[in-house]
């Protein structure tokens, strides 16, 4: 009897926390296809808000998606062989190489941003392309590109591999695209999930280094719901929920699948 | 080529990129913190000027408050979810878990729709009290919105490990005469106490550094990151707004390092 009773209790507790995180979720996202949200969902159902968003924001979500694949090559052809490279050779330098690629998680946004600007504001035409924002980018995500490849580096004995390779006459460069890369697969996949979606995602860099012209779709986000009514706010909300959730199923299963090896 | 020197190869372009946007504007920012009319002790004014230390306190004890919360909440919950299996389970972790990427921006918004002037809460309150309560719009609602964002990354953490805990230790406890409370406060808290201080300081470090929750619901909540943000981008304060994030940016490395040496992960300050 006490403990049923101590059971349904912690039961509604969870249950209430979880209400506290989907609810205003679902508040967004019925929002969003509402005619009329202060008179509520018996309004009618509309996609209005929905093409409206498309009209007015569908620069940002392109943006978003070609920074978010930059900031992917980039990360790829930068971390992948240096996480390689940081496996083999060990010892102090690399985990103070690894230490201070980490360090961006550490420091705000905010910081970083300001520190970019203050160094390239002469820079006028990089200070204004695109291109500015995905130098923060590469910098916020790098580390979890690296880590990722160096955790499955740690799992699979890749310097047997390497050299056994290497005995039999295969040069540098062929080893890494031959042995290296395809044993590393797994890391590189949940690495590019993790990059792609805080790409995808990234406001605090994103809001001091964007200008007029190269707004991403969080700064659209920002800036509809400050402008925007509700309900356009909402179907945007909708729009980002649409992107980012199926990247977010995807990296849960794989985690789940890695786990269960 | 040789092995050596393709390594060293492999190296160059993260060198190259880390030392162009990450180390080179760091050591800008520090530079740019000491050449403001005071100086060097332009990077005193965070504890000697009242307006900035009066924000660095609010932002402290949000910071603490929110991690507090999180954690009570986080380890009901998760203690409950690890311990017990029931049709749903998974279901209810995943709810749990979801907002794990949401932007801060995103979470802002999910506040003032909870919490706003058209808000659910306001809503339900105004039809059993009559009184429409609203208050996504202040520090209380930045405490909502923290503790939204917390509650995913906190919960994983502690769940984690819950499942590592010695069930043994309980029963031994149990054996020995101790009644429920007296095994969870002698038992089963103490040994969760490194997982409490590495997801603690985790969130403590994410409060104090986020920046796109409180953008969302008022640019005149009076925390560190909307102070900076002001400084630089209104009163074009560059050498303050340089000092007070270099002095952030050590509190949350500082708060993150203190995790790591509990639990040998990291996790980012998103948000």
């Not at chain 1, 979720?25 to 968003?53: D, E, K």
């Not at chain 1, 941003?113 to 392309?129: K, N, P």
């Not at chain 2, 009066?54 to 004890?61: G, Q, R």
């Not at chain 2, 010695?166 to 101790?178: C, I, K, Q, Y």
């Amino acid at each position: 009897m006490r403990y049923r009773l101590i059971f349904t209790g912690q039961l509604l507790f969870t249950l209430m926390v979880a209400a506290f995180l989907v609810v205003p979720a679902m508040l967004s996202i019925s929002a969003g296809v509402t005619v009329n949200y202060f008179r509520g969902i018996s309004s009618g159902v509309t996609l209005q808000w929905v093409f409206q968003v498309w009209d007015l924001y569908a620069g940002t979500i392109l943006l978003s998606f070609v920074i978010a694949a930059a900031t992917l090559a980039v990360t790829l052809v930068v971390g992948v062989p240096s996480a390689y490279a940081l496996h083999v050779r060990g010892g102090r330098l690399s985990r103070v190489v690894e230490e201070i690629i980490t360090l961006p998680l550490a420091i705000p946004g905010l910081a970083i941003a300001l520190g970019l600007l203050f160094t390239y504001q002469g820079f006028g035409g990089f200070r204004r392309s695109w291109l500015f924002i995905l130098s923060g980018h590469v910098i916020f995500t790098m580390p979890f590109m690296v880590r990722s490849v160096m955790a499955v580096f740690g799992s699979v004995d890749i310097k047997t591999l390497d050299e056994g390779a290497a005995s039999l006459g295969a040069s540098p460069w062929r080893r890494f695209r031959d042995v290296i890369v395809p044993n590393a697969a797994p890391g590189i996949l949940a690495g590019s999930l993790m990059v792609v979606t805080l790409s995808l995602g990234e406001f605090n860099l994103t809001w001091m280094l964007h200008t007029p012209l190269t707004k991403t779709l969080p700064i659209g986000l920002a800036d509809s719901y400050a402008s925007m009514r509700l309900e356009v706010a909402s179907a945007y909300t909708l729009v980002f929920f649409v992107m980012i959730i199926p990247l977010l199923i995807a990296m849960q299963m794989f985690a789940d699948r890695e786990q269960r090896r | 080529m040789s092995h050596k020197s393709f390594v060293w190869l492999c190296l160059l372009p993260l060198a190259v990129v880390t030392t162009a946007f990450f180390l080179l504007p760091m050591a800008r920012l520090v530079v740019t913190g000491a050449e403001g009319p005071q100086g060097l002790a332009g990077y005193l004014a965070i504890l000697t000027e009242p307006r900035y230390r009066a924000s660095l306190i609010n932002t402290v004890l949000l910071a603490a408050a929110t991690t507090a919360a999180t954690l009570a909440i986080a380890t009901v919950a998760g203690m409950f979810l690890q311990r017990h299996r029931f049709p749903g389970r998974a279901v209810l972790i995943a709810m749990l878990t979801f907002p794990l990427a949401f932007p801060g921006v995103v979470v802002g918004f999910l506040v003032i729709l909870l919490a706003g002037r058209q808000g659910l809460i306001g809503d339900i309150s105004s039809r059993l009290f009559e009184e429409k309560l609203v208050f996504a719009y202040s520090i209380y609602g930045l405490f909502l919105g923290y503790l939204y964002f917390s509650i995913p990354r906190v919960i994983l953490t502690i769940m984690a490990a819950v499942q590592k805990l010695d069930v043994g230790l309980e029963e031994a406890a149990r054996s020995l005469g101790a009644g429920p409370w007296a095994v969870q406060r002698d038992v089963v808290l103490p040994a969760l106490g490194p997982a409490f201080v590495a997801s603690g300081a985790i969130a403590f470090a994410t409060a104090m550094g986020a920046f796109g929750t409180a953008f969302t619901l008022a640019t005149n909540i009076d925390v560190l990151p909307m102070l900076i943000y002001t400084e630089f981008t209104l009163a074009a304060n560059f050498a303050t707004s340089a000092a007070l994030s270099v002095g952030l940016g050590l509190i949350t490395w500082a708060m993150l390092a203190l995790a790591r040496s509990f639990s040998g992960s990291s996790v980012a300050a998103a948000g």
